[in-house]
């Protein structure tokens, strides 16, 4: 799998498992801990994926670009999650806005 194919599938993920439920179940805070599988099972996941990437990203500009906007749509997720735990429904919704902006390829 080449760093194209592999930055696609950590995107697609977010999208699948995270963004389109979120969006089709809403997104407030208890709907948000009822999907499954978990914000915190899906950061999990997409740490390790995004760690490989990271691996296979060459020095080429374009594949440290896919490297920096996964970690960084993981680092959202994280803080999604934070907001999830601290009950915080305005900063989870200015998130979600900021993660759709990064999930795109």
Known sequence: MDTASLYQKIISIIQEKFINPANRYGLKIAELRELDPSIDDLI?????????????????HSEMNMSIDASQCVVIMGRIAQAIRQENQVEIDKLMIELEKHAHF
């Open 44 to 60: 999990l996941h997409l740490n390790g994926l995004n760690g490989i990437l990271t691996l296979f990203a060459k020095d080429e």
